[in-house]
Protein backbone atom coordinates (compact mmCIF):
# COMPACT_ATOMS: atom_id res chain seq x y z
CA UNK A 1 0.00 0.00 0.00
CA UNK A 2 2.89 2.36 0.76
CA UNK A 3 4.46 1.67 -2.47
CA UNK A 4 1.16 2.46 -4.52
CA UNK A 5 0.93 6.07 -2.48
CA UNK A 6 4.44 6.60 -3.39
CA UNK A 7 3.87 6.09 -6.85
CA UNK A 8 0.35 7.96 -7.24
CA UNK A 9 2.42 11.14 -5.62
CA UNK A 10 5.06 10.96 -7.92
CA UNK A 11 2.54 10.67 -11.19
CA UNK A 12 1.08 14.19 -9.70
CA UNK A 13 4.31 15.85 -9.93
CA UNK A 14 4.41 16.21 -13.95
CA UNK A 15 0.37 16.79 -14.42
CA UNK A 16 0.63 17.92 -17.86
CA UNK A 17 3.04 15.37 -19.22
CA UNK A 18 1.27 12.48 -17.04
CA UNK A 19 -2.20 13.77 -18.48
CA UNK A 20 -1.05 14.03 -22.48
CA UNK A 21 0.03 10.29 -21.75
CA UNK A 22 -2.97 9.40 -20.08
CA UNK A 23 -4.92 11.12 -23.01
CA UNK A 24 -3.01 9.09 -25.44
CA UNK A 25 -3.38 5.83 -24.29
CA UNK A 26 -7.11 6.69 -23.85
CA UNK A 27 -7.24 7.01 -27.82
CA UNK A 28 -5.71 4.38 -28.27
CA UNK A 29 -7.73 1.87 -25.91
CA UNK A 30 -10.96 3.68 -27.62
CA UNK A 31 -9.90 3.13 -30.73
CA UNK A 32 -9.87 -0.50 -30.41
CA UNK A 33 -12.74 -0.90 -28.38
CA UNK A 34 -14.71 0.73 -31.35
CA UNK A 35 -13.30 -1.18 -33.97
CA UNK A 36 -13.68 -4.30 -32.03
CA UNK A 37 -17.37 -3.36 -31.40
CA UNK A 38 -18.39 -2.48 -35.12
CA UNK A 39 -16.83 -6.07 -36.27
CA UNK A 40 -19.22 -7.60 -33.41
CA UNK A 41 -22.29 -5.35 -34.24
CA UNK A 42 -21.96 -5.51 -37.93
CA UNK A 43 -21.73 -9.21 -37.78
CA UNK A 44 -24.97 -8.79 -35.76
CA UNK A 45 -27.02 -6.99 -37.90
CA UNK A 46 -25.85 -8.33 -40.86
CA UNK A 47 -26.86 -12.17 -39.54
CA UNK A 48 -30.47 -9.97 -38.27
CA UNK A 49 -30.46 -8.73 -41.87
CA UNK A 50 -30.17 -11.44 -43.65
CA UNK A 51 -32.57 -13.88 -40.75
CA UNK A 52 -35.49 -11.48 -41.36
CA UNK A 53 -34.94 -11.49 -45.24
CA UNK A 54 -38.10 -14.85 -44.78
CA UNK A 55 -36.58 -16.44 -47.53
CA UNK A 56 -33.28 -18.36 -48.40
CA UNK A 57 -32.19 -17.52 -51.76
CA UNK A 58 -32.69 -14.53 -54.10
CA UNK A 59 -33.10 -14.80 -57.91
CA UNK A 60 -31.91 -11.68 -59.68
CA UNK A 61 -30.90 -10.78 -63.74
CA UNK A 62 -26.88 -11.69 -64.24
CA UNK A 63 -24.84 -9.38 -63.16
CA UNK A 64 -22.39 -8.13 -60.45
CA UNK A 65 -22.75 -10.10 -57.34
CA UNK A 66 -22.00 -7.52 -54.92
CA UNK A 67 -25.25 -5.62 -56.52
CA UNK A 68 -27.35 -8.63 -56.33
CA UNK A 69 -26.42 -8.96 -52.44
CA UNK A 70 -26.90 -5.07 -52.13
CA UNK A 71 -30.71 -5.94 -53.67
CA UNK A 72 -30.72 -8.82 -51.61
CA UNK A 73 -30.02 -6.61 -48.46
CA UNK A 74 -31.47 -3.28 -48.90
CA UNK A 75 -33.93 -3.67 -51.27
CA UNK A 76 -31.73 -1.56 -54.13
CA UNK A 77 -28.64 -1.78 -55.82
CA UNK A 78 -28.37 -2.46 -59.10
CA UNK A 79 -31.63 -2.46 -60.95
CA UNK A 80 -31.42 -4.80 -63.29
CA UNK A 81 -34.10 -7.22 -64.91
CA UNK A 82 -35.35 -10.26 -66.20
CA UNK A 83 -38.33 -11.75 -67.47
CA UNK A 84 -41.33 -13.02 -65.49
CA UNK A 85 -41.78 -15.90 -67.31
CA UNK A 86 -39.00 -17.15 -65.27
CA UNK A 87 -40.71 -16.89 -62.13
CA UNK A 88 -43.74 -18.55 -63.64
CA UNK A 89 -41.09 -21.72 -64.72
CA UNK A 90 -39.39 -21.77 -61.26
CA UNK A 91 -42.51 -21.51 -59.20
CA UNK A 92 -43.42 -25.01 -60.26
CA UNK A 93 -40.01 -26.75 -58.50
CA UNK A 94 -41.94 -29.07 -55.78
CA UNK A 95 -39.19 -28.46 -53.41
CA UNK A 96 -40.23 -24.67 -53.14
CA UNK A 97 -42.02 -23.84 -49.54
CA UNK A 98 -42.77 -20.11 -50.47
CA UNK A 99 -41.92 -17.99 -53.64
CA UNK A 100 -42.06 -14.06 -53.96
CA UNK A 101 -41.55 -12.19 -57.42
CA UNK A 102 -40.93 -8.44 -56.82
CA UNK A 103 -39.99 -4.97 -58.87
CA UNK A 104 -37.52 -2.73 -57.14
CA UNK A 105 -37.42 1.01 -58.71
CA UNK A 106 -35.51 3.92 -57.43
CA UNK A 107 -37.04 7.53 -58.10
CA UNK A 108 -34.81 10.50 -57.04
CA UNK A 109 -36.69 13.14 -55.54
CA UNK A 110 -34.95 16.48 -55.32
CA UNK A 111 -37.23 18.08 -52.64
CA UNK A 112 -36.21 15.49 -50.51
CA UNK A 113 -34.62 14.99 -47.21
CA UNK A 114 -35.32 18.96 -46.45
CA UNK A 115 -34.86 20.16 -50.03
CA UNK A 116 -31.45 18.42 -50.30
CA UNK A 117 -32.51 15.10 -52.36
CA UNK A 118 -33.01 12.03 -51.72
CA UNK A 119 -33.77 8.68 -53.66
CA UNK A 120 -37.12 6.77 -53.00
CA UNK A 121 -37.18 2.82 -53.04
CA UNK A 122 -40.41 1.55 -54.48
CA UNK A 123 -41.45 -2.20 -54.53
CA UNK A 124 -43.72 -3.55 -56.43
CA UNK A 125 -44.99 -7.01 -54.39
CA UNK A 126 -47.45 -10.04 -54.75
CA UNK A 127 -49.30 -10.70 -51.42
CA UNK A 128 -46.61 -13.77 -50.90
CA UNK A 129 -44.32 -11.40 -49.71
CA UNK A 130 -46.20 -11.06 -46.70
CA UNK A 131 -46.28 -14.49 -46.50
CA UNK A 132 -42.31 -15.19 -46.59
CA UNK A 133 -42.29 -12.29 -43.08
CA UNK A 134 -45.32 -13.19 -41.00
CA UNK A 135 -43.33 -10.69 -38.35
CA UNK A 136 -44.56 -7.83 -40.90
CA UNK A 137 -47.48 -6.15 -38.85
CA UNK A 138 -49.64 -3.18 -39.88
CA UNK A 139 -49.56 -0.52 -37.62
CA UNK A 140 -52.91 0.86 -39.03
CA UNK A 141 -54.82 0.55 -42.56
CA UNK A 142 -54.07 -2.74 -44.73
CA UNK A 143 -53.18 -4.42 -47.76
CA UNK A 144 -54.24 -3.17 -51.15
CA UNK A 145 -57.99 -3.34 -52.73
CA UNK A 146 -56.69 -4.98 -55.46
CA UNK A 147 -53.58 -6.35 -57.52
CA UNK A 148 -53.60 -3.33 -60.42
CA UNK A 149 -54.42 0.02 -57.94
CA UNK A 150 -52.82 3.15 -57.40
CA UNK A 151 -52.40 2.37 -53.75
CA UNK A 152 -49.23 2.09 -51.27
CA UNK A 153 -48.46 0.64 -48.41
CA UNK A 154 -45.30 1.98 -46.91
CA UNK A 155 -42.71 1.29 -44.47
CA UNK A 156 -42.18 2.93 -41.15
CA UNK A 157 -39.42 4.71 -41.61
CA UNK A 158 -40.81 5.91 -45.16
CA UNK A 159 -44.13 7.08 -43.43
CA UNK A 160 -42.36 9.40 -40.83
CA UNK A 161 -39.76 10.81 -43.15
CA UNK A 162 -42.89 11.54 -45.91
CA UNK A 163 -45.04 12.33 -42.53
CA UNK A 164 -47.86 10.18 -44.21
CA UNK A 165 -50.86 8.51 -42.89
CA UNK A 166 -53.50 6.31 -44.48
CA UNK A 167 -55.65 8.41 -47.38
CA UNK A 168 -52.96 10.70 -47.51
CA UNK A 169 -51.38 10.85 -51.04
CA UNK A 170 -47.84 10.07 -52.67
CA UNK A 171 -46.94 11.54 -56.07
CA UNK A 172 -44.09 10.13 -58.03
CA UNK A 173 -41.75 12.61 -59.09
CA UNK A 174 -40.89 12.69 -62.68
CA UNK A 175 -43.71 10.16 -63.47
CA UNK A 176 -46.46 12.12 -62.19
CA UNK A 177 -48.66 9.30 -60.54
CA UNK A 178 -50.07 9.81 -57.54
CA UNK A 179 -50.39 6.71 -54.92
CA UNK A 180 -53.12 6.69 -52.07
CA UNK A 181 -51.80 5.05 -49.02
CA UNK A 182 -53.65 2.48 -47.49
CA UNK A 183 -51.45 0.89 -45.00
CA UNK A 184 -48.28 1.13 -43.13
CA UNK A 185 -46.01 -1.53 -41.76
CA UNK A 186 -44.46 -0.75 -37.65
CA UNK A 187 -41.17 -0.52 -37.29
CA UNK A 188 -39.15 -4.16 -37.95
CA UNK A 189 -35.94 -3.27 -38.23
CA UNK A 190 -35.17 -4.21 -41.71
CA UNK A 191 -34.75 -3.00 -45.33
CA UNK A 192 -38.57 -2.62 -45.29
CA UNK A 193 -39.23 0.03 -42.90
CA UNK A 194 -37.78 2.32 -46.10
CA UNK A 195 -39.47 1.24 -48.58
CA UNK A 196 -42.96 2.12 -50.32
CA UNK A 197 -44.73 -1.03 -51.75
CA UNK A 198 -47.55 -1.31 -54.43
CA UNK A 199 -49.15 -4.33 -56.32
CA UNK A 200 -46.80 -6.16 -58.54
CA UNK A 201 -48.78 -5.37 -61.64
CA UNK A 202 -48.92 -1.35 -60.58
CA UNK A 203 -45.54 -1.14 -60.12
CA UNK A 204 -44.21 -2.37 -64.05
CA UNK A 205 -47.51 -0.55 -65.58
CA UNK A 206 -46.35 2.77 -63.60
CA UNK A 207 -42.47 2.40 -64.25
CA UNK A 208 -43.36 1.44 -68.14
CA UNK A 209 -41.55 -2.21 -67.16
CA UNK A 210 -44.52 -4.68 -68.32
CA UNK A 211 -43.27 -8.43 -67.83
CA UNK A 212 -39.99 -7.39 -65.60
CA UNK A 213 -38.66 -8.41 -62.09
CA UNK A 214 -35.68 -7.55 -60.14
CA UNK A 215 -35.69 -10.32 -57.71
CA UNK A 216 -37.59 -13.70 -56.94
CA UNK A 217 -37.40 -14.32 -52.99
CA UNK A 218 -37.23 -18.35 -52.48
CA UNK A 219 -37.86 -20.44 -49.44
CA UNK A 220 -37.17 -24.10 -49.72
CA UNK A 221 -38.86 -27.14 -47.86
CA UNK A 222 -35.44 -28.10 -46.53
CA UNK A 223 -32.42 -25.77 -46.70
CA UNK A 224 -29.94 -28.58 -47.53
CA UNK A 225 -31.66 -28.95 -50.95
CA UNK A 226 -29.73 -25.12 -51.78
CA UNK A 227 -26.69 -26.59 -53.13
CA UNK A 228 -28.69 -28.63 -55.74
CA UNK A 229 -31.35 -26.15 -56.66
CA UNK A 230 -28.82 -23.93 -57.51
CA UNK A 231 -27.35 -26.34 -59.47
CA UNK A 232 -30.83 -27.07 -60.90
CA UNK A 233 -30.60 -23.18 -62.36
CA UNK A 234 -27.89 -22.97 -63.83
CA UNK A 235 -28.68 -23.72 -66.83
CA UNK A 236 -31.71 -21.15 -66.66
CA UNK A 237 -30.47 -17.86 -69.09
CA UNK A 238 -30.08 -14.27 -67.89
CA UNK A 239 -30.12 -15.00 -64.19
CA UNK A 240 -28.33 -15.67 -61.52
CA UNK A 241 -29.07 -17.21 -57.86
CA UNK A 242 -27.69 -15.73 -54.56
CA UNK A 243 -27.65 -17.53 -51.48
CA UNK A 244 -27.59 -16.34 -47.64
CA UNK A 245 -24.28 -18.36 -47.44
CA UNK A 246 -22.70 -16.32 -50.37
CA UNK A 247 -24.48 -12.65 -49.47
CA UNK A 248 -23.03 -13.07 -45.57
CA UNK A 249 -19.76 -14.99 -46.92
CA UNK A 250 -19.48 -12.08 -49.82
CA UNK A 251 -19.96 -9.18 -47.15
CA UNK A 252 -18.28 -10.52 -43.92
CA UNK A 253 -15.13 -10.87 -46.65
CA UNK A 254 -15.39 -7.43 -47.24
CA UNK A 255 -15.51 -6.21 -43.75
CA UNK A 256 -12.81 -8.63 -42.47
CA UNK A 257 -10.51 -7.13 -45.18
CA UNK A 258 -11.48 -3.39 -43.98
CA UNK A 259 -11.05 -4.86 -40.60
CA UNK A 260 -7.44 -5.70 -40.81
CA UNK A 261 -6.59 -2.87 -41.88
CA UNK A 262 -8.60 -0.78 -39.51
CA UNK A 263 -6.74 -3.34 -36.72
CA UNK A 264 -3.19 -2.43 -38.38
CA UNK A 265 -4.19 1.29 -37.62
CA UNK A 266 -5.52 0.14 -33.93
CA UNK A 267 -1.95 -1.61 -32.99
CA UNK A 268 0.22 0.78 -34.55
CA UNK A 269 -1.65 3.10 -31.86
CA UNK A 270 -1.15 0.76 -29.07
CA UNK A 271 2.66 0.35 -29.95
CA UNK A 272 2.29 4.44 -30.23
CA UNK A 273 1.15 4.55 -26.83
CA UNK A 274 3.05 2.21 -25.37
CA UNK A 275 6.43 3.90 -26.37
CA UNK A 276 4.75 7.28 -24.91
CA UNK A 277 4.74 5.63 -22.02
CA UNK A 278 7.51 4.17 -21.30
CA UNK A 279 9.40 7.62 -22.55
CA UNK A 280 7.29 9.19 -20.19
CA UNK A 281 8.05 7.24 -16.97
CA UNK A 282 11.81 7.11 -18.37
CA UNK A 283 12.30 10.42 -18.02
CA UNK A 284 10.30 10.65 -14.89
CA UNK A 285 13.15 7.96 -13.48
CA UNK A 286 16.19 10.47 -15.04
CA UNK A 287 14.80 13.60 -13.00
CA UNK A 288 14.46 11.52 -9.44
CA UNK A 289 17.75 9.64 -9.93
CA UNK A 290 19.07 11.56 -6.84
CA UNK A 291 15.94 10.87 -5.21
CA UNK A 292 15.85 6.90 -5.97
CA UNK A 293 19.16 7.01 -4.77
CA UNK A 294 18.29 8.13 -1.33
CA UNK A 295 15.56 6.01 -0.95
CA UNK A 296 18.25 3.23 -1.45
CA UNK A 297 20.68 4.75 1.04
CA UNK A 298 17.44 4.79 3.48
CA UNK A 299 17.40 0.96 2.65
CA UNK A 300 14.80 0.65 0.08
CA UNK A 301 15.67 -2.52 -2.02
CA UNK A 302 15.50 -3.36 -5.92
CA UNK A 303 12.64 -4.81 -5.68
CA UNK A 304 10.87 -1.95 -3.58
CA UNK A 305 12.19 0.59 -6.56
CA UNK A 306 11.16 -1.56 -9.08
CA UNK A 307 7.58 -1.94 -8.04
CA UNK A 308 7.16 1.55 -7.52
CA UNK A 309 8.00 2.39 -11.00
CA UNK A 310 6.14 -0.82 -12.32
CA UNK A 311 2.79 0.56 -10.34
CA UNK A 312 3.36 4.60 -12.31
CA UNK A 313 3.31 2.87 -15.10
CA UNK A 314 0.53 0.19 -14.51
CA UNK A 315 -1.67 3.43 -12.78
CA UNK A 316 -0.96 5.72 -16.01
CA UNK A 317 -2.09 2.75 -18.50
CA UNK A 318 -5.20 1.76 -16.46
CA UNK A 319 -6.72 5.61 -16.16
CA UNK A 320 -6.27 5.72 -19.65
CA UNK A 321 -7.69 2.08 -20.68
CA UNK A 322 -10.41 3.30 -18.36
CA UNK A 323 -10.56 6.57 -20.10
CA UNK A 324 -10.63 4.88 -23.27
CA UNK A 325 -13.39 2.82 -22.64
CA UNK A 326 -15.72 5.23 -21.51
CA UNK A 327 -14.97 7.70 -24.49
CA UNK A 328 -15.67 4.43 -26.88
CA UNK A 329 -19.04 3.61 -24.62
CA UNK A 330 -20.31 6.71 -24.74
CA UNK A 331 -19.26 7.80 -27.80
CA UNK A 332 -20.59 5.03 -29.95
CA UNK A 333 -23.67 6.97 -31.08
CA UNK A 334 -21.09 9.25 -33.24
CA UNK A 335 -19.02 6.51 -34.38
CA UNK A 336 -21.92 4.80 -35.33
CA UNK A 337 -23.14 7.90 -37.01
CA UNK A 338 -20.26 8.48 -39.06
CA UNK A 339 -19.81 5.08 -39.98
CA UNK A 340 -23.41 4.77 -41.49
CA UNK A 341 -22.81 8.41 -43.21
CA UNK A 342 -19.30 6.01 -45.17
CA UNK A 343 -21.71 2.83 -45.40
CA UNK A 344 -25.07 3.93 -46.63
CA UNK A 345 -25.97 0.69 -46.92
CA UNK A 346 -25.10 -0.92 -43.43
CA UNK A 347 -26.89 -3.46 -42.18
CA UNK A 348 -29.97 -2.14 -39.78
CA UNK A 349 -29.83 -1.89 -35.81
CA UNK A 350 -26.66 -0.76 -33.52
CA UNK A 351 -23.50 -0.95 -35.36
CA UNK A 352 -21.31 -0.49 -32.67
CA UNK A 353 -22.10 -3.29 -30.29
CA UNK A 354 -19.86 -2.60 -26.86
CA UNK A 355 -20.01 -5.89 -24.35
CA UNK A 356 -18.84 -6.60 -21.53
CA UNK A 357 -16.09 -9.59 -22.27
CA UNK A 358 -15.01 -6.47 -24.70
CA UNK A 359 -14.14 -3.97 -21.95
CA UNK A 360 -13.14 -6.61 -19.73
CA UNK A 361 -10.18 -8.04 -22.26
CA UNK A 362 -9.56 -4.21 -22.84
CA UNK A 363 -9.05 -3.72 -19.17
CA UNK A 364 -6.45 -6.93 -19.46
CA UNK A 365 -4.79 -5.45 -22.11
CA UNK A 366 -4.16 -1.93 -20.90
CA UNK A 367 -2.58 -3.85 -17.16
CA UNK A 368 -0.67 -6.12 -19.64
CA UNK A 369 0.35 -2.84 -21.21
CA UNK A 370 1.15 -0.70 -18.32
CA UNK A 371 3.37 -3.63 -17.13
CA UNK A 372 5.31 -4.01 -20.47
CA UNK A 373 5.99 -0.10 -20.65
CA UNK A 374 7.26 -0.07 -17.07
CA UNK A 375 9.56 -3.05 -17.57
CA UNK A 376 12.83 -0.99 -18.85
CA UNK A 377 12.02 2.25 -16.86
CA UNK A 378 12.07 -0.08 -13.92
CA UNK A 379 14.71 -2.01 -14.25
CA UNK A 380 16.64 0.71 -15.00
CA UNK A 381 15.73 2.32 -11.56
CA UNK A 382 15.62 -0.52 -9.55
CA UNK A 383 19.33 -1.20 -10.51
CA UNK A 384 20.68 2.15 -9.50
CA UNK A 385 23.69 2.29 -7.28
CA UNK A 386 23.27 4.51 -4.03
CA UNK A 387 26.17 6.66 -4.38
CA UNK A 388 26.31 6.83 -7.75
CA UNK A 389 22.93 7.82 -8.02
CA UNK A 390 23.11 10.71 -5.72
CA UNK A 391 25.97 12.12 -7.18
CA UNK A 392 24.67 11.78 -10.81
CA UNK A 393 21.82 13.99 -9.31
CA UNK A 394 23.15 17.16 -8.07
Request: hydrophobic share 45%.
Amino acid sequence: MKSFNIAFKNLTRKRIRNILTIGGVAIAVAVLVSLFGFDAGYQKGLNNDIDKLGYHLLVTAKGCPYEAATLMLQGGGGLRYMEEDVYRRIIKDPRIDSITPQLVSSVYNQEGAGGRGSIALYMGIEKSYIGLKPWSKFKSGGWFSGNDVDEAIMGYEAAELEQRSIGDKIFIPGIGKVLTVVGIFERTGTQDDGIIFIPLASAQKIFNLPGKLTGIGIKLKDIHDIAKFEEDLYNEPGIQVISLAQVRGTILNLVSSARAMASSVALIAIFIAVIGVTNTILMSVFERTREIGMMKALGASAADIFKIIWIETTLICVIGGFLGMALAFFGSHIVEQIIRHALPYAPAGKLVFIRSQLLFASFLATVIMGLVAGTYPALRASLMKPIEAIRSGE
